[in-house]
């Protein structure tokens, strides 16, 4: 563990957002995880995409379960709102935010085994409810908290530290999120921060459930040969689909790729999703095929990358429930005390 | 680009901003590390063995190591280097035993030293150990040249000098004191086996003015005025002075005067407020004691009535600058400036001269009347005859002195032993892993947030009653601890084994100023736009590995490197370690080997 705080000196030049805040101003406390693990350059890549979107930290909330993976949140975004629920709980105690206060972003970090094993069940509600929020799970494929047992997300075949072979099937979270209506769905890496930070940045901007599987080695317990979560391996066998940039309404949007290797999609909020695709039959509206697609690959024993599904038009979980559009902390009193007539009209519907 | 070679001395040694610059090569960061540990003794030392006047330096260098301190890179300003000097002398204590002891035997070999300005002082240093007989000639009565004789006590109490000249001379060398030299020639014919000349840049420029002859009285040239102070044989002026340049001996005659019946001083300079030759802080100093400085006057006459001084006449001039961006000072048409003064102190400059060497002994001089002279070995046309200090290339100061110094005796003794003095020995490099633990290092690697400290003054009407009090207080122990404590340890190396690096990110994430960067290679041109931040500055070396796993390679920029350790500390296999680079700039051989 690091015993000094990051100092507070930055360089010279270090560029201001719109809101007059660097990169710097989106960090949190230093970080205990140990040195080297993946969630760290999550936690960095967080931190960038908040900066590049001039995202205001105090409208910000990050939530999360038991782990790791969960307690990153400490990490970044030192100026936002944060609630590190039970393990697993994540997804129940940010729908439950989320309805009472749909003005906030909500971000949900989590781990493999917070969100495949004990929260399997509350990863998937609040996917198929459509809640509007970035999920991002930190797969290391093992409970690095708890020294490194093998998670639901461990392939088949895998060896522990330790040399024992995992005969469980695993668990594909990403899989899962398409099959149970996600509006977005990618998955990438930690150690590729080209990929990966555009990637948030979109999932921010998309107004429905997010979900990124971002696999992140453990380098205490899941990093050495026979593993299929170390840096080695994902880096032989990532087999990327697509490249992201997303770009601001305010900027010109160019195009200088070859004809059918670019896609430009535009998202509600209005910014534009610009896609080089390395993959140029994927397609990435499709679920079904999109499925399909990352089975064969998987199958074939590549990891696929990249933005996997999306939506451009979601429904969320407030368009599904017709609820108040004003968050309830801000609904004043005769909205929410409306009156015996009110009161007298509601009982007659119910007689 | 290619992988960095840090075996060159040079490499980490320019990472070191501040000991690059220093002239003598002082270890700035090792000596401040010192001071945080109490051991002032021991950073006594450390300067006493690079730079040789550490309390007389503390006091009075030029530091041309501050403006090029890391931290004022990173922060508003730099580390006060030169005044943690001082802390070091002023608290080391009794070092005598520390000092090498006067030689048992001799060497058999003779040399003479003109002059016992700092220049000769540092050969006479690094020489005396090793026995040779060395006899310093001096036309003044006391020890230590113009340190002695021109900068005002002050700025720098007599004890100081008494005290670290008195170490030298302490040593064994012959002194022949208010013994002028008047004939090289004579002295090469008394066989001595090497000459060396630190005899300075003695003589001041006049100002050949109308009304100069007839009001000589009370018309100084600034340095001659400054020594008769120094020497007391001055102790009194007019009520009412103008000094006429804009260098240091300019802001020491008019502070000298405010301190001998001066009430009325000013400043007045050819050029404008900001090109003038003395420091910021001696400028600032001179208005703190109420001295205005009035910049952009041509002086033109010395007024003077029944064969006295009662003022004196300036053309206003504005700069203006042509094409090239040359300076020209332009009258403005404004009538005269006249001011009222009782003394003029004449500060335009200063020279050399050589009238006591001949010109037929075979040692050249050049068209500007100055000895040809090695910038290397300092050795002149006459292969025994060396310079240094500011009789080498004209007046500098005095770190500029001392590190002429070291290099003249290591030729001198080269020359003595028969060896080739372009031969010049090497450094001594060592690196050394801080490491203790995990995360734990042998040096404080926390970053202090404090902004420079301000060393005390004496009350400003005490202060200017006595030209001998020293108006600078120092830092007390608790003041040099919290300034000690903002050097960043640029020493502590950062060093990268690329077959260690599992390219994990972690030392870019976590690196405070960003001045990590793993991408594809290519030139350095080309590298420097690809980098996580800008990196415009060519001086400041970019430190890149061999080729990674996946190709890439890791570029650090040197720059703004706060060496906090957090890569190595956030580095899962080690690939980053935190090393001490120590290099001891060579001196002649067993030069001041005591520790
Ligand atoms: C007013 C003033 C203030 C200064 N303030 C500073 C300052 O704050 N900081 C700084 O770093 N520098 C300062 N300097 C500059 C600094 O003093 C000199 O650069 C430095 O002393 C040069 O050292 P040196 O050994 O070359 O010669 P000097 O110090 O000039 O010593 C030369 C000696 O040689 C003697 N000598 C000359 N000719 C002969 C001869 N023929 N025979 C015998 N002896 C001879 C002289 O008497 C003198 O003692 C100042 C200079 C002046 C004029
Ligand atoms: C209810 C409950 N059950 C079990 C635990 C023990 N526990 C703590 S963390 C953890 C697993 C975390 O794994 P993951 O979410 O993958 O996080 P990682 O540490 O790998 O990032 C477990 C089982 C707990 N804290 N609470
Ligand atoms: S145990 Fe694993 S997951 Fe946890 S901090 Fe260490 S490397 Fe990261
Ligand atoms: S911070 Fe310290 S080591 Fe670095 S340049 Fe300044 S004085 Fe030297
Ligand atoms: S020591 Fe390492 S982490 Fe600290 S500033 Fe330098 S490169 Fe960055
Ligand atoms: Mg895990």
């Known amino acids: ?351 | 680009m290619q992988p960095t070679d840090i075996q060159d001395p040079d490499y980490f040694h320019k990472v070191v901003d501040c000991q690059w610059a220093c002239p003598a090569h002082t270890p700035v960061p090792e000596y401040i590390r010192l001071i945080s540990a109490g051991r002032y003794a021991d950073a006594f030392m450390v300067n006493w063995k690079s730079n040789v006047f550490p309390g007389i330096l503390g006091r009075t260098c030029d530091r041309p190591c501050e403006p090029a301190c890391r931290r004022g890179r990173v922060e508003e300003e730099p580390v006060a280097i030169c005044r943690l000097k001082r802390v070091a002398a002023d608290y080391k204590g009794d070092v005598s035993d520390r000092m090498p002891p006067a030689p048992t035997t001799r060497n058999g070999k003779k040399i003479a030293l003109v002059g016992a300005g700092p220049a000769a002082l540092t050969v006479a240093r690094d020489l005396a150990p090793m026995g040779y007989h060395l006899v310093v000639y001096d036309g003044d009565s006391r020890a230590g040249g113009m340190i002695r004789s021109q900068i005002p006590k002050f700025r720098l109490p007599e004890e100081v000098i008494d005290e670290e000249v008195g170490f030298i001379t302490a040593m064994g060398p012959e002194m022949r004191l208010g013994q002028r030299v008047d004939s090289l020639k004579g002295l090469l014919d008394e066989g001595y086996d090497a000459v060396f000349v630190g005899s300075g840049a003695p003589r001041g420029r006049d100002l050949d003015l109308p009304g100069r002859q007839e009001a000589s009285e009370n018309i100084h040239i600034g340095i001659d005025w400054l020594s008769s102070v120094s020497f007391g044989h001055i102790t009194k002026i007019g009520r009412r002075v103008i000094v006429l340049g804009g260098g240091n001996t300019a802001m020491d005659c008019c502070r000298s005067s405010r301190r001998l019946g001066g009430d009325d001083v000013k400043v007045i300079v050819r050029s404008g407020f900001e090109e003038m030759k003395a420091s910021p802080w001696e400028k600032e100093d001179a208005i703190g004691e109420d001295i205005p400085i009035l910049n952009f006057l041509v002086p033109k006459e010395f007024k003077h009535r029944d064969g006295k001084l009662y003022g004196m006449t300036f053309e206003k001039v504005h700069a203006e600058y042509d094409a090239k961006g040359r300076r020209r000072l332009v009258p403005t048409g404004e009538p005269e400036h006249f001011f009222e003064c009782d003394d003029v102190l004449v500060a335009v400059g200063q020279e050399n001269a050589f009238p006591w060497i001949e010109r037929d002994i075979g040692l050249e001089f050049n068209e500007w009347a100055m000895p040809v002279v090695n910038e290397t070995t300092f050795q002149s046309t006459n292969p025994r005859v060396f310079f240094g200090g500011d009789a080498a290339f004209g007046p500098k100061n005095i770190i500029w002195a001392v590190a002429h110094g070291h290099q003249a005796a290591i030729s001198i003794h080269q020359f003595c032993q028969g060896t080739d003095v372009n031969d010049r020995p090497p450094p001594m490099v060592t690196l050394a892993s801080q490491k203790m633990g995990i995360h734990e290092w042998s040096y404080d690697n926390g970053v202090s947030l404090d902004l420079r400290f301000k060393v005390p003054h004496r009350d400003k009407v005490i202060a200017l009653k006595d030209i001998k009090s020293e108006v600078e207080l120092g830092f007390d122990l608790k003041l040099a601890f919290a300034e000690a404590q903002r050097c960043l340890n640029c020493d502590v190396q950062t060093i990268f084994t690329d077959k260690l690096c599992i390219e994990c990110d972690a030392c870019v994430d976590i690196c405070p100023v960003d001045c990590i960067t793993f991408t594809g290679n290519g030139d350095e041109a080309d590298l420097r736009t690809r980098l996580m931040a800008p990196a415009h500055d060519l001086d400041q070396a970019l430190y890149v590995s061999g080729e990674l796993k996946t190709g890439r390679i890791m570029a650090k920029d040197e720059d703004v490197c706060l060496h906090c350790g957090l890569c190595a500390e956030r580095c899962p296999t080690g690939a980053w370690d935190m090393e001490r680079f120590l290099i001891d700039v060579a001196q002649a051989e067993n030069a001041c080997c005591s520790k």
Request: contains cysteine; glycine residues 10%; proline residues 4%.
């Open chain 1, 1 to 351: 563990m690091t015993f000094i705080a990051k100092p507070k000196l930055h360089h010279p030049e270090l560029h201001k957002n719109s809101l007059g805040y660097t990169r710097r101003d989106y960090e949190g406390a230093i970080s205990t995880l140990c040195a080297g693990c993946g969630h760290d350059s999550i936690s960095a890549a967080i931190v960038r995409a908040c900066f590049e979107l001039d995202l205001p930290p105090h409208r910000i909330a990050k939530l999360s379960g038991i782990g790791c993976s969960s307690k990153t949140p400490t990490y970044f975004l030192g100026a936002s709102h944060g609630f590190n629920s039970v393990h697993g709980r994540m997804p129940s105690v940010l729908t439950g935010a989320n309805l009472a206060n749909r003005d906030l972003i909500y971000l949900g970090v989590s781990g493999d085994g917070d969100s495949a094993s004990i929260g399997l069940g509350q990863f998937a509600h609040s996917m198929r409810r459509g809640v509007n929020m970035v999920y991002i799970v930190e797969n290391n494929g093992v409970y690095g908290l708890t020294k490194g047992q093998f998670s639901a997300t461990s392939d088949k075949g895998a060896k522990s530290k330790r040399g024992v072979v995992n005969s469980d099937e695993a668990i594909d979270l990403v899989g899962m999120a398409l099959q149970l209506g996600a509006t977005f769905v990618a998955r990438s890496f930690s150690g590729d921060k080209a990929q990966l930070v555009p990637l948030i940045e979109a999932a921010l901007k998309h107004e429905g459930a997010a979900f990124i599987d971002c696999l992140s080695p453990c380098v205490a317990f899941n990093n050495h040969e026979g593993s299929t979560k170390s840096f080695d391996y994902i880096r032989e066998h990532n087999a990327a689909v697509n490249f992201l940039d997303v770009i601001r309404s305010r900027e010109e949007i160019t195009v200088d790729y070859a004809p059918g290797s670019v896609e430009l999609v535009t998202q509600h909020d209005g910014s534009t999703l610009r896609l080089r695709k390395l993959h140029t039959t994927y397609d990435m509206h499709d679920r079904v095929s999109a499925l399909t697609y990352m089975q064969e690959r998987q199958a074939a024993g590549e990891i696929v990358t990249g933005l996997l599904y999306v939506d451009p038009n979601p429904r969320d979980l407030h368009g599904h429930l017709h609820t108040s559009d004003t968050p309830l902390n801000a609904l004043m009193d005769d909205a929410l005390v409306p009156g015996s007539s009110v009161l007298a009209h509601v009982n007659a519907r119910l007689r």
